[in-house]
T-cell receptor, first 111, second 112 residues
Framework: GENVEQHPSTLSVQEGDSAVIKCTYSDSASNYFPWYKQELGKGPQLIIDIRSNVGEKKDQRIAVTLNKTAKHFSLHITETQPEDSAVYFCAAIWGAQKLVFGQGTRLTINP | EAGVVQSPRYKIIEKKQPVAFWCNPISGHNTLYWYRQNLGQGPELLIRYENEEAVDDSQLPKDRFSAERLKGVDSTLKIQPAELGDSAVYLC??????????FGQGTRLTVV
């Protein structure tokens, strides 16, 4: 079945610096890759997504890149702020709408 | 537009007791998911519905877990009897077919 590997598991950056989280997936048929942010006590919140016909997508300080050949995709957060501190999950759609998640990255922004 | 609504937010029960969780998806979303999230881990799919049909329940422990989505709108997930290892956050999500999945706040279950 589909497997999504995410790293690092924890990431600490200074406020204003950039943060990068990387994921790899196993099923070359995967065609949709969302990223979720989860704050304590809340459900995952969709922050950005990318489809396999696009190599990069940007939304203000957040960007996602996709390398289909290598089966890698990454989340980039620039000019990080304290409110970016949360757990981030990558995911991949496998088969018909089966959403498989990575293990999560706990991001801490240090003031 | 209202998001995915789940209830209750928290539930504490003794082992061997039954428990049920309720989910109301976003209006117009025909795909509904139930996920379980253990502490420090990513969500894991339990069951996925397309309208009222369960199209993927391969990860649902069918000896004690059951789910239904009557009329293809809201859904109920039940555990009977609950075990200590069932303590987790149960998340419901919904999407349009091929669209992005949106999650509810989850139900935190503690089995004592």
């Amino acid at each position: 079945g589909e497997n999504v590997e995410q790293h690092p598991s924890t990431l600490s950056v200074q406020e204003g610096d950039s943060a990068v989280i990387k994921c790899t997936y196993s099923d070359s048929a995967s065609n949709y890759f969302p990223w979720y942010k989860q704050e304590l006590g809340k459900g995952p919140q969709l922050i950005i997504d990318i489809r396999s016909n696009v190599g990069e997508k940007k939304d203000q300080r957040i960007a996602v890149t996709l390398n289909k050949t290598a089966k890698h995709f990454s989340l980039h957060i620039t000019e990080t702020q304290p409110e970016d501190s949360a757990v981030y999950f990558c995911a991949a759609i496998w088969g018909a709408q089966k959403l498989v998640f990575g293990q999560g990255t706990r991001l801490t922004i240090n003031p | 537009e209202a998001g995915v609504v789940q209830s209750p937010r928290y539930k504490i029960i003794e082992k061997k007791q039954p428990v049920a969780f309720w989910c109301n998806p976003i209006s117009g979303h025909n795909t509904l998911y139930w996920y379980r999230q253990n502490l420090g881990q990513g969500p894991e799919l339990l069951i996925r519905y397309e309208n009222e049909e369960a199209v993927d329940d391969s990860q649902l422990p069918k000896d004690r877990f059951s789910a239904e989505r009557l009329k293809g709108v809201d859904s109920t997930l039940k555990i009977q009897p609950a075990e200590l290892g069932d303590s987790a956050v149960y998340l419901c999500a919904s999407s349009q077919t091929g669209g992005s999945a949106f999650f509810g706040q989850g139900t935190r279950l503690t089995v004592v």
